[in-house]
């Protein structure tokens, strides 16, 4: 889960809304929502699709940042896509900071969030992938 975040923008505010991710073969893929306020006319919404691949959820050790990408593609018949970049900064491994850089037409936005893991799959994952590395020896 990722917190509901806002920026600001020209005489407004734009806050992006994203729904439960589920992981699936080294990416969190989910539903997102753009509201810009009062430029309604800029809402959008559709998948987002965020890679973190299993050595990328074993160097996420509390306070140490990781970089992830994925792509957003809006709904409908024309829909585009845009990459996404995203700094992780876990605080343990179930949740942390999350700054998200968001293409909103030709405007980069930059979300200050939090994320949260929830469900066995996911916590299942960051464990073994702990303690995977553990095994290899490898330190954080």
């Not at 917190?3 to 407004?12: E, L, R």
């Amino acid at each position: 889960m990722v917190d509901s975040c806002s920026t600001p923008v020209a005489a407004g505010k734009a806050t992006l809304i994203i729904g439960p991710l589920q992981r699936t073969n080294g990416t969190f893929i989910g539903e997102y929502r753009l509201k810009v306020f009062p430029y309604f006319f800029k809402n959008e919404k559709g998948r987002l699709v965020i890679i973190v691949s299993d050595e990328t959820l074993a160097d996420a050790s509390p306070g140490k940042v990781v970089a992830i990408t994925g792509t957003a593609t809006s709904d409908g018949k024309k829909g585009k896509s845009w990459p996404i970049e995203a700094i992780a900064t876990p605080v343990d491994m179930d949740h942390g900071g999350l700054r998200l850089y968001f293409m909103a037409g030709n405007r980069k936005l930059i979300f200050e969030s939090n994320y949260h893991f929830f469900g066995d799959a996911t916590a299942l994952a960051v464990t073994e992938a702990h303690k995977e590395k553990a095994e290899a020896g490898e330190s954080d």
